[in-house]
């Protein structure tokens, strides 16, 4: 039973850290999407859009099992200007890379407490996320305003 309560909890956690981590970012005049997929297939949890055009992506790690069986973090990299893990309260900081950058969050708000290095794109890069973000985004603002329309 208490295997089934961990299960259930676990995406409740994740979405938990997502929403504080994605009210941190705005909070920094952030634009957010989440569950963006990359053209390599792979979906990340939250990428950002900077005033200054800078691109960050934040991995949410909802647990230690979570981490443990996900290695594919890197493979983002080559699609951000910063990379971040976002972790709840109470994660265990010591079981993560050094090099990303970590945000402890739960739904109301989050913290930075590791800086991430900056490492920039390239331009014709940058420039394909930041289309692709402004596009999913409009989409997505088209179907909540008019799902019927899509």
């Known amino acids: 039973m208490s295997n089934l ?43 950002a859009l900077a005033p200054d055009g800078s691109i960050t992506v ?43 950058g970590l945000i402890v969050a739960d739904r109301f708000s989050a913290a930075i407490l590791r800086e991430a290095p900056e490492a920039r794109l390239a331009p014709a890069r940058r420039k394909a996320l930041t289309l692709k973000f402004a596009l999913l985004g409009s989409q997505r603002l088209t179907r909540t305003l008019d799902p019927e329309a899509c």
């Open 5 to 47: 309560h961990s299960i259930a909890a676990s995406p409740l956690i994740a979405s938990d850290i997502v929403r504080g981590t994605c009210r941190l970012l705005a909070a920094h005049g952030h634009g957010t999407l989440t569950e963006v997929t990359l053209r390599t297939g792979r979906r990340v949890d939250v990428m």
């Open 58 to 100: 934040v991995e949410v790690k909802s647990s230690v099992q979570d981490f443990r069986s996900d290695r594919k973090w890197r493979d983002y990299l080559e699609f951000c200007d910063r990379f971040f893990f976002a972790v709840g309260e109470g994660f265990p900081h010591d079981i993560l890379p050094d090099e990303p």
